[in-house]
């Protein structure tokens, strides 16, 4: 579809055709494992579903418009997308990524990748000086992360790209928390864009996903090789209701965003908080990165307590009505979460204060109820 295309149309129309068959508007779930050859190796396309399903193919045609990209492969989950990028790499090879960045990463990093010989590092990558200093004549990959999770810092993606470009290093960028509404990195230059689909993408907690999209032909033949050799597709079901989901990105974002700010502000002004994370306050340290990059300031924000404890952390959440204590985020509904117990359970405890995942942090998926009502429970649970 042409560029000029506005995002608001591009979700419900990107990639998108009536299906062959009857004209269905919205693509059938081919709930198939395979198709008939009219004579040996003669298919319409189609030839086993693990190899690919007309269902995925419409999501991942819809993906690779809305990030700008030309290819997206889906799998079963975030981290089986995760887990298909390490598969480029080789032993030896250095993986560079940034400190605060999402549990689940860094446990398939470190306790997965690690023992087959792939070395993983971490720094700061708020600071680019620091990631250049980091870079060895091993390192392949630059895994980003932005907004990172919990702590919301936001880095700078094409500063990350110009450092790339010098030292002949692939860049992904985990675009879970923006959403391509709110930013596109490879509009900035990244060759991988990563999301669990779970989140913003299908938007109402009903679906594990995982994605990858991609600019270039020669990265999009090796991921789908890989696809495709390691088998952690999405089904047909799932690739049909996280398109359902994308249909309403633009219009959930813009009430997440909305809701996100009020509550950001009345966070602030509380006297029970210590401190909010959201990086649409200028006093965020990275506000002006995010201006730059990001179309607005997202619906994740985290807050600590004044008493930064575990028991005040957990009384909060279990005095909250209509935010849900639960895992993940993006969905339409508001969820709650302590990070140091849940999320990031598996960093351990010494380094999980070190970047700030103190006890008393609380994370806020804000999500698109009526601002007033969310107001007034955060009220009553603080
Ligand atoms: C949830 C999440 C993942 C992992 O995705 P799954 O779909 O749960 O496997 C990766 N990165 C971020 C930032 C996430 O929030």
Same mark, same amino acid.
């Given at each position: ?129 620091k990631v250049e200093k ?16 919990? /702590? =919301? ?100 974002? #813009? ?9 950001a502000r009345f966070l602030q ?31 994740? /924000? ?32 508001? /969820? ?24 008393? =942090?609380?994370? =806020? ?5 009526? #601002? ?11």
């Open positions: 579809m042409n560029k000029k295309v506005a995002f608001n149309t591009k979700v419900i129309h990107g990639g998108q055709q009536p299906d062959k068959a009857y004209g269905a508007v919205m693509p059938p779930i081919y709930q198939t494992s395979t198709y008939a050859h009219s004579k040996p190796g003669m298919h319409q396309g189609y030839a086993y579903s693990r190899s690919g399903n007309p269902t995925r193919t419409a999501l991942e045609d819809a993906l690779a418009s809305i990030e700008s990209g030309t290819a997206a492969m889906v799998f079963g989950s975030g981290l089986a997308a995760i887990d298909a990028v390490m598969k480029l790499l080789k032993p030896g090879d250095v993986v560079l990524s940034t400190i605060d960045l999402y549990g689940g990463s860094y446990r398939l990093f470190k306790q997965v990748y690690e023992p087959f010989g792939i070395v993983f590092e971490f720094v700061d990558m708020t600071n680019p000086e980091a870079i060895s004549t091993n390192t392949k990959l630059l895994w980003i992360e932005t907004p990172t999770n919990p /702590l =919301l810092n936001i880095i700078d993606i094409e500063a990350m790209v110009t450092l790339a470009k010098r030292y002949d290093l692939l860049t992904a960028v985990d675009n879970t928390f923006a959403s391509p509404y709110l930013q596109k990195p490879l509009e900035l230059g990244v060759d991988i864009v990563m999301h669990s689909a779970t989140k913003y993408l299908a938007g109402h907690s009903d679906v594990v996903l995982g994605a990858l999209v991609v600019k270039e032909e020669s990265l999009a033949k090796k991921l789908y090789f890989i696809q495709n050799a390691s088998g952690a597709i999405a089904g047909p079901m799932d690739s049909f209701l996280t398109l359902r989901g994308i249909k309403t990105l633009a219009v959930r974002m #813009q009430r997440h965003i909305e809701n996100a700010k009020v509550i002004e509380h006297p029970k908080v210590e401190k909010v994370y959201w990086p649409g306050f200028a006093s965020h340290p990275n506000h002006h990165i995010a201006k730059k990059q990001m179309i607005g300031f997202g619906a994740m /924000l985290s807050l600590v307590l004044k008493n930064n404890t575990e028991k005040a952390a957990h009384q909060f959440l279990s005095n909250l009505k209509w935010f849900t204590l639960a895992e993940s985020l993006g969905g339409v509904e508001s /969820l709650a979460g302590h990070p140091a117990s849940m999320t990031h359970a598996s960093i351990p405890q010494e380094m999980r204060v070190k970047i700030g995942v103190v006890d008393g =942090l609380v994370r =806020l998926s804000v999500g698109i109820e009526d #601002q007033n009502d969310l107001i007034a429970d955060l009220n009553q649970a603080l």
